[in-house]
T-cell receptor
């Protein structure tokens, strides 16, 4: 079974609108971390936001927020007020187990976001 | 910045030749990873290391070997490159910068390998 599933290969959003990128995960470990990365066309991988499995509140980082629904095993990324520079590939990832135990990280297949002027 | 350097950044080689990619870090991080990125597959773990001479296989380790003789260097070797190993290879380290206990991966710039 896939550890991380991103079901939207491509998404379009109008500039200044909000957009939600979907991510579901699969683990039986009670301790895990969820991450979102952005990969612009230049190719570098940029860390955006983190959510720990025990965190009570949804993570936020500027215009990024993570809609964490533990029972549904979903960790959707919400980008508010989209900008042209948000056009990129977005990857959801999961670390199983608590940090510092030699964990593996699992990545989804990514969602390509295009912001339309 | 965590200070990861990958080399070479671009390489074209022929089937059957050996290739070594180098990942160098400057901040003494314990955990290092090699991923490959292919369209439709996202990033897949090849090998990872949790210390000097301590390495383990990831989900796509066949055809690859790694070595870590020093904390700062993690080498990925393709003993006999095949066309299916044409990919972009990313090295990463597990860090925690501005937030406590996040342990996110910080990536190198990537190495684009083409096997003809």
């Amino acid at each position: 079974a896939q550890k991380i599933t991103q079901t939207q290969p491509g998404m379009f959003v109008q500039e200044k609108e909000a957009v939600t990128l979907d991510c579901t995960y699969d683990t039986s470990d009670p301790s895990y971390g969820l991450f979102w990365y952005k990969q612009p066309s230049s190719g570098e991988m940029i860390f955006l936001i983190y959510q720990g499995s025990y965190d009570q509140q949804n993570a936020t980082e500027g215009r990024y927020s993570l809609n964490f629904q533990k029972a549904r095993k979903s960790a959707n990324l919400v980008i508010s007020a989209s900008q042209l520079g948000d056009s990129a590939m977005y990857f959801c990832a999961m670390r199983e187990g608590p940090r510092g135990t030699g964990n593996q990280f699992y990545f989804g297949t990514g969602t390509s976001l295009t912001v339309i002027p | 910045d965590a200070g990861i350097t990958q080399s070479p950044r671009h390489k074209v080689t022929e089937t059957g030749t050996p290739v070594t990619l180098r990942c160098h870090q400057t901040e003494n991080h314990r955990y290092m990873y090699w991923y490959r990125q292919d369209p439709g597959h996202g990033l897949r773990l090849i090998h990872y290391s949790y210390g000097v001479k301590d390495t383990d296989k990831g989900e796509v380790s066949d055809g690859y070997s790694v070595s870590r003789s020093k904390t700062e260097d993690f080498l990925l070797t393709l003993e006999s490159a095949t066309s299916s190993q044409t990919s972009v290879y990313f090295c990463a380290i597990s860090v925690s910068r501005d937030r406590e206990n996040t342990g996110e991966l910080f990536f190198g710039e990537g190495s684009r390998l083409t096997v003809l």
